[in-house]
T-cell receptor, first 111, second 117 residues
């Protein structure tokens, strides 16, 4: 049973555009929702994260929107740049320490 | 500061051989995770440890896979015997876990790319 569903699988955006990636979860025990960015040949690295007591968190061009009642959260990348081209994973953690990842979204930003 | 260190970075072996992947977590971290990444299945959690104790190994595919964490600074993932379908990138990650704060951020190593012929 997949506990974190991520969409879309792939995304192509023009430079300067907005990239939006969505995730949905089922387990109400999740209490920490990070997004990871992965470049080819590298391990995933934390991009931004949110806890369920806030509805939005912004760091530079990256924003997480969180809807606790709908059990959904999304990543918005404003003014997308070619250097943002990577695979993005949402994840959800339980208090016991377990992290469950979505399937990933391959983002391509065209110059 | 050194990050999570994995070895080997690349391993090519023949079906039936034993494979051992190694991981050194970040000093001071008390949680360690082994993930497997493939195109078909994405990032799969195989097993994770808190304070060197295996907490959840439900993601380990079958008895051919085993993982150990003899101390806070070292873990191994062993596949015996290996099969072609085990070909994947295996990631080790560590974090600082505490009651009430969950796992927090995972710090990943650069992965071990395994090819089983």
């Amino acid at each position: 049973q997949q506990q974190v569903k991520q969409s879309p699988q792939s995304l192509i955006v023009q430079k300067g555009g907005i990239s939006i990636i969505n995730c949905a979860y089922e387990n109400t025990a999740f209490d920490y929702f990070p997004w990871y960015q992965q470049f080819p040949g590298k391990g995933p690295a934390l991009l931004i994260a949110i806890r369920p007591d806030v509805s939005e968190k912004k760091e530079g061009r990256f924003t997480i929107s969180f809807n606790k009642s709908a059990k959904q959260f999304s990543l918005h990348i404003m003014d997308s740049q070619p250097g943002d081209s990577a695979t993005y994973f949402c994840a959800a953690n339980t208090n016991a320490g377990k992290s469950t990842f979505g399937d990933g979204t391959t983002l391509t930003v065209k110059p | 500061d050194a990050g999570v260190i994995q070895s080997p970075r690349h391993e090519v072996t023949e079906m039936g051989q034993e494979v051992t992947l190694r991981c050194k977590p970040i000093s001071g971290h008390n949680s360690l995770f082994w993930y497997r990444q493939t195109m078909m299945r994405g990032l799969e959690l195989l097993i994770y440890f808190n304070n060197n104790v295996p907490i959840d190994d439900s993601g380990m595919p079958e008895d051919r896979f085993s993982a150990k964490m003899p101390n806070a600074s070292f873990s191994t993932l062993k596949i015996q015997p290996s099969e072609p379908r085990d070909s994947a990138v295996y990631f080790c990650a560590s974090s600082l876990w505490g009651p009430g704060r969950g796992a927090g951020e995972l710090f990943f190593g650069e992965g071990s790319r395994l090819t089983v012929l």
